[in-house]
């Protein structure tokens, strides 16, 4: 058989059995193994002990908001925070910090006052721009963008709009 034959014959046994596929996808019984199977994997999945050992999610819930609103008050936390926590990641040293937070705007408090560190909105965002760069390896998972003030009198045009760009 020639090379010409082979493709031929390939061609036409990978087209009938995906046509044996989908028809046996319609049969109510193969329907109800597969989901079966789906349900195993699934728990599979969810699992954790099957958790790979060398990642750890750190989750901001409820109870996270609550316990820290009388350090940093309630949703959304300011920048600073955020960036002391890629600060604490990196020293780890986590290998990568994937952050899934959207940043969609200036940080709006006038004045934040933590721990007796007293800064300015603007200074907060300067604070999460400047330790994600000292990380070097933070991927923000959203569309995010960190916006920081810039000087009207800058000479950049472009340092007058967004500083750092993620995502």
């Known amino acids: 058989m020639n090379w010409r034959q082979r493709v031929l014959v390939g ?13 046996l996808g319609r049969v109510p019984f193969i329907r109800g193994v597969e989901w079966k199977l789906y ?7 969810v699992d954790p002990a099957n958790a790979p050992k060398n990642i750890a999610i750190v989750d ?32 780890a ?14 940080d709006r408090q006038q004045v934040i006052d933590i ?19 000292r990380a070097g390896n933070v991927i923000y ?4 963008t960190v916006v920081v003030d ?3 009198d800058a000479d950049d045009q472009k340092a ?3 500083a750092y760009r993620l995502g």
């Open 93 to 106: 040293p986590a290998r990568l910090i994937a952050y899934d937070v959207l940043f969609l705007e200036h």
């Open 60 to 91: 901001i819930d409820e109870d996270s908001v609550r316990d820290l609103e009388p350090l940093v008050g309630r949703w959304p936390w300011p920048r600073v925070l955020h960036a002391r926590l890629i600060d604490y990641l990196a020293r």
């Open 11 to 23: 061609t036409g046994l990978a087209l009938l059995t995906g046509l044996l596929g989908l028809a």
């Open 150 to 152: 810039v000087p009207a």
């Open 160 to 162: 007058r709009g967004l």
């Open 39 to 45: 349900d195993v994997r699934m728990r599979q999945t």
């Open 115 to 133: 721990g007796g560190v007293k800064m300015s909105g603007a200074e907060s965002d300067k604070e999460l721009v400047d330790a994600t760069a």
């Open 141 to 144: 998972l959203g569309e995010a």
